[in-house]
């Protein structure tokens, strides 16, 4: 079946226009709309051009005032009043409004009028021919001095005892204005400028970097994801890299547990920002388990953290921008290939132009393999004993929490781990709430979408070794 052409002759031309333009901004070609509406192609992008111009005239701003304010002066009553200023250039607006006979302006209409016409308004003292005579500076000097020695004595008795002493006439205005400058609180100098530390640790994975960057607003999810980084310091080399839509505490230990085992290593330290995903005890307790220390930036200091923050913005030119729109799976598919050309191809100029993949090879010192088979069980710690009552219900977050009939009137122990609150009983996990961490964020920033009953599910695995 032919679709039957655009073009109607019973159409006004102006509406045909109008629609031949329509039709090239939703994409159509310029072939095929000049054929549809029997428009040549100039006459096209002609039409197009007008519409364009008329677009943005229409949506401009306007003023919304009226162009003519509507109590403005008669021009009979204005050029009274622009013939008395021109013949007294020294009269102000108040003298003029005096001497005006009639029906008398306001002064602000007096002032415009004046400025309206360029009009200066002439002092009626002529300027100064010499300068105004200063005190010897012998004077001055000695007052200071009696000021700064009896500052108890009022200005007239200053003035009379600089009198006597320096022989000198003296005025009390000037002893006051001498004892406001005494007075006056002394401006302190200027801070010098910082002095910025630079360091470098001297081996691979002595020391991490670690996190977020937060400027990719997705396309498709209408939400940010936030791109974890952990950057080794000796190399400028990223260990991990990752793309997250809502991260936390654990995101960011999965993060640790993952770079480790890639690596084989195990960081001497890890530096994060004071925010919620780098704070908390389960954190804490990984770091101490696993033998890191753990280290926090100053407040408002993010220099500490500079040799990321810098790296931040290369991923924002080299990486993000290439990316047009930002959609949640093409990049964090295409983030492993960035990370391996910024490891293994692109030079450093901290590192004379060497990749960053040249020192991380320096690293020969593999750790355990028992204790990176082991890593996640490091984060977990105990959060405190509680007696299960004979309805199997306990109070969490607010809420009601089913743990199950099966435990009650027992006495168990509850742990905050990587899959969440576990229930453990004689050395082994019974029940376990998966999204404890999830519902506990719930309740700082959008309590009303917790649910009103929370389960545990029956879970067995046991913790002793």
């Known amino acids: 079946m032919v679709d039957e052409p655009a073009y109607d002759s019973s159409v006004p031309k102006e509406e045909r226009r109008v629609q031949a333009v329509l039709a090239l901004w939703r994409g159509e070609s310029a072939r095929h709309v000049s054929q549809d509406y029997h428009i040549s192609r100039s006459d096209l992008y002609k039409f197009q051009r007008r519409a364009r111009y008329a677009l943005r005239q229409a949506l401009a701003d306007q003023c919304r005032g009226p162009r003519r304010a509507a109590n403005r002066l008669a021009a009979a009553r204005e050029q009274a009043v622009l013939a008395l200023c021109q013949r007294h250039p020294t009269w102000s607006a108040a003298a003029v409004q005096r001497h005006y006979e009639g029906e008398v302006p306001s002064l602000r209409t007096i002032q415009r009028i004046r400025r309206r016409h360029g009009l200066v308004h002439l002092p009626k003292r002529a300027p100064a021919t010499h300068a105004a005579p200063r005190l010897p500076m012998e004077t001055t000097q000695r007052a200071m001095a009696i000021l700064q020695a009896k500052p108890y004595l009022g200005a007239e008795r200053t003035a009379w005892e600089v009198q006597n002493t320096a022989h000198q006439p003296i005025s009390p205005s000037t002893i006051t204005r001498l004892k406001r400058k005494l007075q006056a609180v002394p401006v302190p100098p200027p801070l010098p400028p910082p002095r ?33 980084t952990l950057l080794d310091d000796y190399s400028r080399g990223y260990v991990f890299c990752d793309l997250c839509l809502n991260p936390d505490a654990r995101t960011t230990i999965r993060g640790l547990i993952t770079a480790m085992r890639q690596w084989q290593a195990i960081p001497m330290a890890v530096v994060f920002d004071n925010g919620s995903p780098f704070t908390g005890r389960l954190l804490t307790v990984f770091c101490q388990h696993v033998g890191i220390r753990l280290i926090h930036t100053a407040l408002h200091h993010p220099q500490t953290n500079g040799k990321l923050e810098r790296a931040f913005r290369d991923d924002m030119r080299d990486f993000y921008q290439q990316h047009t729109p930002w959609l949640f799976a093409p990049l964090r598919h295409d983030l492993p290939s960035y990370v391996y050309y910024r490891n293994y191809v692109r030079g450093h100029r901290a590192l004379d132009g060497q990749p960053a993949i040249t020192r991380l090879r320096e690293h020969t010192r593999m750790a355990d393999a028992d204790v990176l088979a082991r890593l996640e069980s490091s984060a977990a710690y105990e959060m405190g004993h509680k007696v299960i009552p004979a309805t199997g219900r306990i109070r969490l977050l607010g809420r009601e929490a089913h743990v199950g009939a099966a435990l009650a009137n027992v006495d168990v122990v509850f742990w905050e781990s990587l899959e969440g609150l576990e229930v453990r009983h004689n050395g082994q996990c019974v029940a376990l709430l998966r999204d404890y961490r999830t519902f506990r964020q719930m309740t700082v920033y959008r309590e009303q979408q917790l649910p009103p009953v929370l389960y545990f599910e029956p879970y067995e695995r046991s913790i002793c070794p």
């Open 196 to 228: 910025w530390r630079f360091y470098e640790r001297h081996h691979p994975h002595s020391l991490w970097h670690g996190d977020f960057l937060e400027k990719v607003t997705l396309s498709d999810l209408d939400q940010t994801a936030y791109q974890l």
